[in-house]
């Protein structure tokens, strides 16, 4: 496909998506649950079909070596196909943003203002290998009274294919426009240029992927980008934590899941802390590998050395840097210089340090006595979530339907004309 | 300047920006609005050496053939140094929008999640010939816990430096730190492309100025942009309009001062509304050159003909575009198809025409019976504005203090980990 096809594709989408984002936008909310509640009954519907199309993604996967991890996000099962259905009939359960006043003012001269959330219009959606995106990501967009144009990988093309008709024929059926959700039907990479340059067409992107799609999308995009980048996440064992607290949060930040961004990546231990060796061993003993500057090597002898770049790696795996400081201003530092924004926690029962922890640390989550596994929408109870923000703009930490709306001013008057 | 040199600076003024906005983010409201009040304390005391700096801005600006337009807003004179010291005080006296909860939640799990207002961190403002803006924008931004990076145009650099010093000095007299407000020292235009591309060190721009700046900054920036583009306005007179309301909004909108942008562009005048002669008599006895359709140069002989331009053309002059429209869908899709998305009104008495209108027109601000003039940050109460957006994303329409927020979410538990 040339560029010139591709954008030519894009602009047809994307002028078919703002023709059906006007009518989503007026939609009421009980229109737009029962719409995606269609649309969960028909992925049920087309389980098999879907479970289909999925064997073939797959078998082309091994064929093309693709690694075990890749394969597993790719793969979907009866159970994946059901969490899909739930998962959008748990969106259609959500609170729906559009309509509602943000703050009314009264002026002087008798004007009325109300900021009303509105949807932001048309949404993109780059996305990677897992094809549970293309409902997750769609009726996210459509509950909150977007259109959405998703762009799967092509690894998932037949599965996503198979999800989105399933999709699509839901939400019709249950009165949203047929292109409420669109799915761009090539595979070919220029038409990931083309939506990142169709400024004024597409309202936002959003990728959903590793980091060198996002820092891609960063790159090239004309477009605004609610983007995720690294979570280089930190647990602070502050001089004060309790030290039972403090290993099990640390144990649990770390391990309970590795690869996802709100894993902790880095353990800081305050040289005040009475007893760091317990929790050292408890990590190594759960198989965690761990790479320390000289004075944590000293306390346990599983601590292999640290090299100046693990305090800016984002592991993703079975593996946590330590490094000792000394005091709360010197973890802060250490954040600043080395964290992404992302999620940051103190283990301490001093609430004044904990309070400075809170306000100085500038990432999108901080937290006190919590694991930085939480950093998730779900967990926010924000009933799903699209992404997770490390940009400062619009929306920052997990972004569901909220996040997908902007406001207008609306101004009632009787006749005001401005002196 | 080679634009090495340029972005070596640019570099170093936004590391000395973050250093200051750390401090800038804990500052006290109280504290904040003394530094202010200081600023424009020297301002006054400044008052001579800015007008002496401003009579050598201004022989330069006649010297090299500047229009009188371009010089009258360059020009200074005391009153216009006090009105600077003034709005000074009145940011001083606004509600601080950080530190303000936007809203909290109790899990099941026993966390507690705050979002929580913080300053954005580091914005840049790109403006013209107003020296105003050096003082206006300076303190929105020091006002919203932000440390600022100006840049305004070369032939305000007198004024702008003699404006900064004084702000400077009352600002770090009143304890706030002495790089909360930087100004860009050189007029070189490198350096405005370095602070465009100062992703990750600059976080927001602010374009202040005409179409081309606008337009030049949207088109190169790789930081986020908080920008204004046009302000194609438009006034619809529906069938069951107030005939004397119509023409004192239709003149007001229009007339008042025709260089701002939220006057009024073009005129929509319904087929079904009785007299539309008064209105556009009333209009051209004002002195306002009209451009109509054939119907429209039926009703009075002083309409001239419109050409297709007309239709999307911002004139920001006594000139408007008028046109009769067969029904509020035809009204709304002429907006639709020419307007900017900034402010656009109907006149009506029919509630459910107008309610129509409010919901379906897609623009940062739309209004019922209200002149489009009053688009604008004061007349919304904010108190001041930075600008007012045209994009999507982050803010809408005016945009004062909390639009240079962001925020973060803070989580605080109990020693929950995650299950």
Chains 1, 2 share one sequence.
């Not at 591709?6 to 994307?14: E, R, V, Y």
């Not at 091994?62 to 793969?75: F, I, Q």
């Not at 047929?178 to 340059?197: F, H, I, N, S, Y």
């Not at 694991?371 to 992404?387: K, N, P, R, Y």
Request: charge should be negative.
């Amino acid at each position: 496909m040339h560029g010139n096809d591709a954008t030519s594709l894009i602009t047809a989408m994307a002028a078919r998506a703002r023709a059906a984002s006007a009518t989503l936008a007026a939609m009421p909310s009980d229109t737009k649950r029962a719409a995606l509640r269609a649309g969960a009954a028909e992925i049920r519907a087309a389980a098999d079909a879907i479970l289909a199309a999925n064997a073939r993604d797959m078998a082309a996967g091994e064929a093309h070596g693709l690694t075990p991890a890749l394969l597993d996000r790719l793969r979907l099962d009866t159970g994946r196909v059901e969490a899909m259905a739930a998962g959008i009939e748990a969106v259609a359960a959500l609170d729906d943003p559009v309509g509602d006043t943000i703050n009314e003012v009264r002026r002087p001269n008798g004007l009325v203002l109300r900021r009303v959330r509105i949807p932001i219009g048309v949404i993109g959606i780059i996305y990677e290998s897992r094809p549970n995106v293309t409902a997750d990501a769609g009726v996210l967009c459509a509950m909150s009274g977007n259109a959405a144009i998703l762009r799967g990988g092509s690894e998932a093309i037949h599965s996503n294919r198979a999800i989105h008709a399933a999709l699509a024929k839901g939400l019709a059926a249950g009165g949203m426009p047929a292109d409420a959700v669109q799915l761009v039907p090539t595979t070919d990479r220029a038409a990931v240029g083309a939506m990142l340059k169709a400024e004024g067409a597409i309202d936002m992107i959003v990728p959903r992927g590793g980091k060198s799609l996002v820092a891609r999308v960063q790159q090239e995009a004309r477009v605004p980008v609610l983007a995720h980048l690294d979570g280089l996440c930190h647990t602070y064992v502050h001089s004060a934590a309790d030290p039972e607290m403090a290993q099990s949060l640390a144990l649990n930040a770390k391990m309970r899941r590795t690869g996802i961004c709100g894993a902790t990546e880095t353990l800081l231990i305050d040289t005040g802390f009475a007893d760091p060796k317990p929790i050292l061993a408890a990590l190594a003993d759960a198989g965690c590998e761990l790479r320390g500057d000289a004075g944590v090597q000293a306390l346990d002898a599983r601590v292999r050395p640290a090299a100046p770049e693990d305090w800016d790696t984002e592991y993703l795996d079975a593996i946590l840097s330590v490094k000792l400081v000394d005091g709360l201003d010197a973890a802060m530092e250490h954040i600043a210089r080395h964290g992404s924004h992302h999620t940051d926690a103190i283990i301490t029962e001093d609430a004044t340090a904990a309070e400075r922890f809170l306000n100085t640390v500038d990432s999108a989550i901080v937290m006190w006595n919590a694991s930085t596994q939480f950093a998730d929408g779900g967990e926010f109870g924000l009933g799903a979530e699209i992404g997770i923000s490390t940009g400062r703009l619009h929306a920052r930490g997990p972004v569901a339907l909220e996040g997908l709306t902007t406001y207008k001013w609306v101004v009632r008057g009787t006749g005001q004309a401005r002196p």
